[in-house]
């Protein structure tokens, strides 16, 4: 399996508060992504990165900040966490360009 | 940009007979279209994927064709085994763009009836 862990695996949090998932990858892949998986709309993309310190935006972006400071780590965060934001969170890595994505076993968010 | 459309979103089938997945996709400048299974609590785990190089591709029991001119692509699963079972989600990537931007499809619960 590749190197891909991220935490927490489940978590429960209040609306309005801010929220911090972790990805983090031992395969110095130099791409990351974060999805989220809602029933009826399989996985879509929320942020990516392509390098330390370089991101941008996906398709669902809105709400979500990200940060890339170290190759290994990538940081999704919701700043004021909503109930429409409740979802599986999966962060994903590749090492080049059209080659495999390899998923993290993801995060299961409850906004209540 | 990109939409994938995925069909059926549920595949019932009895062990030994084949199962057959069809997706399209709408943009005309994506060339990279990997299929995923997903296990229940786990993560996306690719199959088999295909290059807009190539008409066919096919790995044991797992085949996947691609019709660039109609914008679809299949998976083929023959000989179905119980542990087919999973969720099955087709995806379209444009590969020379930063990474494996995918788009996915909505996915397909395939059910193998032993």
């Known amino acids: 399996d590749a190197g891909i862990t991220q935490s927490p695996r489940h978590k429960v949090t209040e609306t309005g508060t801010p929220v911090t998932l972790r990805c983090h990858q031992t395969?110095?892949?130099?791409?990351m992504y974060w999805y989220r998986q809602d029933p009826g709309h399989g996985l879509r993309l929320i942020h990516y990165?392509?390098?330390?310190?370089?991101?941008d935006k996906g398709e669902v972006s809105d709400g979500y900040s990200v940060s890339r400071s170290k190759t290994e780590d990538f940081l999704l965060t919701l700043e004021s966490a909503t109930s429409s934001q409740t979802s599986v969170y999966f962060c994903a890595i590749n090492g080049g360009l059209g080659t495999e994505a390899f998923f993290g076993q993801g995060t299961r968010l409850t906004v209540v | 940009g990109e939409n994938v459309e995925q069909h059926p979103s549920t595949l019932s089938v009895q062990e030994g007979d084949s199962a057959v997945i069809k997706c399209t996709y709408s943009d005309s400048a994506s060339n990279y279209f990997p299929w995923y299974k997903q296990e229940l609590g786990k993560g996306p785990q690719l199959i088999i994927d295909?290059?807009?190089?190539?008409g066919e591709k096919k790995d044991q029991r797992i085949a996947v064709t691609l019709n660039k001119t109609a914008k679809h692509f299949s998976l083929h699963i023959t000989e179905t085994q119980p542990e087919d079972s999973a969720v099955y989600f087709c995806a379209a990537s444009i590969a020379e763009t930063s990474g494996s931007r995918l788009t996915f499809g909505e996915g397909t619960q395939l059910t193998v009836n032993p």
């Open positions: 395969e110095n892949h130099r791409y």
């Open positions: 990165s392509y390098g330390v310190k370089d991101t």
């Open positions: 295909i290059r807009s190089n190539v």
